[in-house]
């Protein structure tokens, strides 16, 4: 069965830094990966995903990904962090050949003024 | 174009009570999913569909029934309500598995 591992619950970084959000996944064949931030008090919104092709996928509001098959990670960064960013971050995989679509325990990302 | 649409917003329930959520998309999409959030648990699911009159379980499906008889609406039952099953419930949907999913704005469900 597939898994997917947010180590951290919280993320602090100042604004302007670059941001990195982890996760790990697990899965028996080839996976798929996504995104998702949701705000407070507000369903999750997408924000990019992964399913073949270039390992840095870009996505919404100036993140990207990075997918790393040997590490089995698929983390969120981004260059230069707004306060505006401050919100929860989810990971979310699908293995090849299944139609769940596991999430993580979720991020929560603080942007220090 | 109201995308996804959670019925009701808020419930109070006590315990051995029996309740109905509401899922309804107007995106023609096949496939629907229920999860609940809960503190430091991330996002789970419940169950999901993968098209008009099929469900299959989730991660964690006990105490909760499906059902989709038609293709925008999928029905989320707790037949006997239990204080475990407070938490704010999330219903998704897809056009394909590989697709984004459509959030609704959720449930939040306390069973006293």
């Known amino acids: 069965a597939q898994s997917v591992a947010q180590p951290e619950d919280q993320v602090n970084v100042a604004e302007g830094n670059p941001l990195t959000v982890k996760c790990t996944y697990s899965v028996s064949g080839n996976p798929y990966l996504f995104w998702y931030v949701q705000y407070p008090n507000r369903g999750l919104q997408f924000l990019l995903k992964?399913?073949?092709?270039?390992?840095l996928v870009k996505g919404s509001y100036g993140f990207e990904a990075e997918f790393n098959k040997s590490q089995t990670s698929f983390h969120l960064k981004k260059p230069s962090a707004l306060v505006s960013d401050s919100a929860l971050y989810f990971c979310?995989?699908?293995?090849?050949?299944?139609?769940?679509?596991?999430f993580g325990k979720g991020t929560r990302l603080h942007i220090l003024p | 174009n109201a995308g996804v649409t959670q019925t009701p917003k808020f419930r109070v329930l006590k315990t051995g009570q029996s309740m109905t959520l509401l899922c309804a998309q107007d995106m023609n999409h096949e496939y629907m999913y229920w999860y609940r959030q809960d503190p430091g648990m991330g996002l789970r699911l419940i169950h999901y569909s993968v098209g008009e009159g099929t469900t299959a379980k989730g991660e964690v499906p006990d105490g909760y029934n499906v059902s989709r008889l038609k293709k925008q609406n999928f029905l989320l039952g707790l037949e006997s309500a239990a204080p475990s099953q407070t938490s704010v419930y999330f219903c998704?949907?897809?056009?394909?598995?590989?697709?984004?999913?459509?959030f609704g704005n959720g449930t939040r469900l306390t069973v006293t």
């Open positions: 998704a949907s897809t056009r394909t598995v590989n697709s984004p999913l459509h």
């Open positions: 979310a995989v699908r293995d090849m050949g299944d139609d769940k679509i596991i």
């Open positions: 992964y399913i073949t092709g270039d390992n």
